[in-house]
């Protein structure tokens, strides 16, 4: 039941960068020598599990909020292609001429691999913009970068 429950969860990821990028949206950043792909995805997908599952839970679990949605993250090294299981990363999001908000991505552990994510209110249409710092334990400092996202 865990590996079908990975599989949705992974399965609502690719959605969103599938969705996005036929919608012209890149859906990657390459920081410094850091590949993040990111994904947005209503709490409402994101939050769809059993109440017996720990994904439930996952950040406190889903908000009820149908202005919430879920920001996933999945780090890369450049030169090796591989995954990065033991970043911090934290996202400020904010509306344009709003103010932001700010929170640390909580590593999740899906089908054997670590990603980051954490749930954000975004109220309006947007655009909104995302800056997303990472700070990797083999290098010294934070690295950030940013991205425009919409809800409609």
Do not use: C
Not at 128 to 135: N, S
């Amino acid at each position: 039941m865990r590996a079908l429950i990975a599989l949705v969860l992974l399965a609502i990821l690719l959605f969103a960068i599938v969705a996005s990028a036929q919608g012209g949206a890149n859906q990657h950043l390459l920081i410094g020598d850091t590949d993040v792909y990111y994904g947005l995805v209503p709490s409402a997908t994101a939050g769809a599990h059993p109440a017996s599952h720990a994904e439930a839970a996952m950040h406190g679990g889903a908000p009820g909020n149908r202005n919430s949605y879920h920001l996933t993250v999945a780090l890369f090294d450049h030169a090796t292609q591989k995954r990065i299981p033991d970043a911090q990363v934290t996202a400020a999001i904010r509306e344009i001429g709003l103010g932001e908000t700010r929170r640390k991505l909580e590593p999740m552990r899906i089908n054997g691999t670590i990603s980051y994510g954490a749930y954000f209110d975004l109220e309006g249409t947007g655009p909104y913009r995302i800056r997303l710092e990472v700070k990797r334990p083999d290098r010294a400092g934070a690295i950030s970068g940013q991205f425009e996202y919409r809800t409609q």
